[in-house]
């Protein structure tokens, strides 16, 4: 059961659709590419494991092999987003299946070679054998072999060769391209300083982000001093005036930053003249601001809440910096943005009914005993140390669903927090001004979550920290793990055990919808759990997420009372 609904979360959620991108004329399947191993010049068993592999993917991606690209650009990112234990493989046996892939399709198109695939040339072999880092040689494998089959030797490379290496990663089926050709860059600037005679061309990493904002530099200098003058107003720098509000995180600053000079940039694309934008008032003119907003609307497809958000800022410059009229605020209304009501985003609600089956709660619920079982019995002190510390992380956001920041900065001398001397009592404590909304927070924690942390930092952590941290989720550098890392590692680590697709934050809506599904309008409780100022706040976000388990709760009592009422 728990088989069949996380694979169908998985392919729910993946990045692309493949049901409504339909194969154009002449594009290649993945019958193609059966066909063609079943015809191909290959021993038996290597045409059976091959054909096998392709088959197993159809099963993953849940589509007819017909309806499939064996395009590597297309198939690479779906391969990625499947997670191996919720199609019913290991990960090893998941990557197995992704290079047994790899092979059918170098039958029908070129393939970038693997890192042992072809033999190197005496000029780059002589060059590579000085080398004394493992890492780097690995690094540099892929590149150097590639050069080799293609008869480039170490004189003759150049940056055309570095760009067609990079399109080549695009065909390897690789999960992080990127990555690769960023480890290549780190490891040819290391040769360059140890090997003599290494090649001195450098390596320019392609910038492939859309850069479609311009910079402050395009505008005039007025425009940037003014949202300067705003910015410092919101952050609470402005020393000589009482902001009448609670100086917001040093993020939201540097997001709103970006949300004025991407509107600002919006207006130029649409054909305005930078020196025409002398100040923020020129950005919430009624013009500006409706085609400003319908060009994010028609970037995206559709309202989104980002939109909604960017709405608000320039209404809140129009009203709070300019103090403009009534009449021009009421000319601002965005009613037609219908996504602007507060509440659960519809991405996060499709995450949510991933809950609405017992067995993926269960799975969830259970992770960090299984995390903390596979880290006893792993062999390598740190990677266990790493997978205990990720139990912990785990089981902290769902008996303590804080915020991820806070997560990471948990301090065992600061926020974990002993109310008696003696006893086995631990509290997770987070004081007022630590929290987004200022709201202090305090969860006591149950026996079974003390035992995991208490195991944790006495066999692990001292793994991972420096002797002077005192962090519970330590770095590499001794400070506490940064936000980005560890929720990524959290993010990935459920996709793997559970098939679930989850982010850190989505814990305190999930536990919201557990609880609320055991306790239909339950809203208080959620609302102190969370730390949320008011219980509108409760209501508007999770009205409606429990709504199926109240119908069984409604039905259950109908039920009950028509049988009592039977068996008179």
């Excluded at 089981?395 to 003696?422: F, G, K």
């Amino acid at each position: 059961m728990i088989l069949q609904d996380t694979l169908a979360n998985t392919r729910k959620h993946m990045p692309f659709d493949l049901a409504s991108q339909p194969l154009r004329i002449n594009e290649l399947s993945l019958a193609d590419v059966l066909g063609a191993v079943q015809t191909a010049d290959l021993p038996n068993r290597q045409r059976q494991e091959l054909a096998s592999a392709l088959r197993t993917v159809g099963r993953a991606l849940d589509r007819p092999l017909e309806r499939i690209q064996a395009e590597p650009r297309h198939l690479a990112p779906r391969l990625k987003a499947v997670a191996s234990r919720a199609v019913g493989l290991s990960p090893r046996s998941w990557n197995n299946i992704r290079f047994r892939v790899r092979k059918a399709l170098s039958l029908v198109r070129p393939m970038s070679p693997g890192r042992n695939t072809n033999p190197l040339t005496p000029a780059w072999d002589a060059l590579c054998r000085p080398l004394e880092s493992r890492r780097v040689k690995i690094s540099l494998s892929r590149f150097v072999r590639q050069c080799s089959a293609a008869g480039i030797e170490p004189e003759a490379v150049n940056e055309t060769t570095f760009a067609e290496f990079r399109d080549h990663l695009d065909d390897a089926l690789l999960k992080h391209p990127n990555a690769v050709f960023a480890e290549l860059t780190r490891a040819w600037r290391v040769a360059q300083k140890t090997v003599a005679g290494w090649p001195t061309v450098s390596i320019t990493i392609p910038d492939r982000r859309d850069h479609w904002t311009l910079p402050w530099s395009a505008f005039l200098p007025s425009l940037r001093e003014d949202c300067n003058v705003w910015l410092d107003r919101l952050a609470g720098r402005d020393l000589l005036e009482e902001a009448p509000f609670r100086p917001v995180q040093p993020a939201t600053v540097e997001r709103r930053e970006w949300q004025l000079r991407a509107f600002a940039t919006a207006l130029v694309r649409l054909g305005r003249d930078p020196a025409t934008i002398t100040s923020l008032k020129d950005l919430v003119e009624i013009r500006a601001y409706r085609e400003g907003l319908q060009f994010f609307v028609e970037r995206s497809g559709k309202p989104t809440s980002a939109v909604v958000d960017l709405a608000g800022v320039l209404k809140a410059i129009a009203r709070h910096h300019l103090r403009l009229g009534k009449d021009h605020l009421d000319r601002m209304a965005t009613k037609r943005l219908s996504i602007g009501r507060r509440g659960l985003t519809e991405k996060n609600r499709k995450l949510l009914r991933q809950f609405d089956n017992p067995d993926n709660v269960a799975a969830l619920l259970d992770l960090p005993q299984k995390l903390i079982g596979i880290a006893i019995r792993n062999p390598s002190p740190r990677a266990g140390a790493l997978q205990a510390q990720l139990a912990v992380a785990v089981e902290i956001l769902i008996m303590a669903p804080i915020r991820l920041s806070n997560l990471c900065a948990l301090d065992l001398e600061q926020n974990l927090v002993r109310p008696r001397r003696r006893g086995r009592e631990l509290h997770i404590v987070v004081p007022a001004e630590e929290v987004k909304n200022r709201e202090p927070l305090e969860y006591p924690l149950p026996p079974t979550s003390v035992d995991l942390i208490e195991r944790y930092v006495k066999e692990f952590r001292p793994q991972l920290a420096a002797p002077s941290s005192s962090a519970l989720f330590p770095g590499r550098w001794g400070g506490p793990k940064k936000p980005v890392t560890l929720g990524l590692q959290i993010s990935r680590t459920i996709r793997v055990h559970t098939g679930l697709v989850m982010n850190p934050h989505l814990f305190r809506h999930a536990m919201a919808k557990i609880y609320l599904d055991a306790n239909p309008g339950g809203y208080e409780v959620v609302r102190r759990v969370l730390g949320h100022r008011s219980i509108d706040t409760t209501t508007a976000f999770y009205t409606g997420v429990e709504t199926a388990a109240a119908v069984r709760h409604f039905d259950d009592t109908v039920l009950r009372v028509r049988k009592n009422r039977g068996g008179r």
